[in-house]
């Protein structure tokens, strides 16, 4: 199994940005499902952005235009770049990894 562990968040003003990392403890170039997922507090985990081993791009309407994910393959990390951040992004933000989460890293949007 190829642990995910995620990095990056923060205390960001509206308008803000962060990147968010997700290091993996082994190989993920050939990994079948890799996406950042989000859980606001008192809400359901929800998928932010996936994207496919061919590279294909996936956004929940709430974040296009908004956030890009990308992949290092040689690096085994997976990023999530989060531009014109919104009191609403707050949330803790998952790495998964062929359905495998890491622990989540805090991101809070707010003056």
């Known amino acids: 199994q190829v642990q995910p562990v995620e990095s990056g968040g923060g205390l960001v003003q509206p308008g803000g940005s962060l990147r968010l990392s997700c290091a993996a403890s082994?190989?993920?170039?050939?990994?079948?499902?890799t996406a950042w997922y989000r859980q606001a507090p008192g809400s359901q985990r929800e998928l932010v952005a996936r994207?496919?081993?061919?590279?294909?791009?996936i956004y929940a309407d709430s974040v296009q235009g908004r956030f890009t994910i990308s992949r290092d393959n040689a690096k085994n990390t997976l990023f999530l770049q989060m531009n014109h951040l919104k009191p609403e992004d707050t949330a803790v933000y998952y790495c998964?990894?062929?359905?495998?989460y890491g622990r989540g890293t805090q991101v809070t949007v707010s003056s």
């Open positions: 998964n990894i062929n359905d495998l």
């Open positions: 082994g190989s993920i170039a050939t990994a079948s499902f």
């Open positions: 994207i496919t081993h061919g590279g294909f791009t």
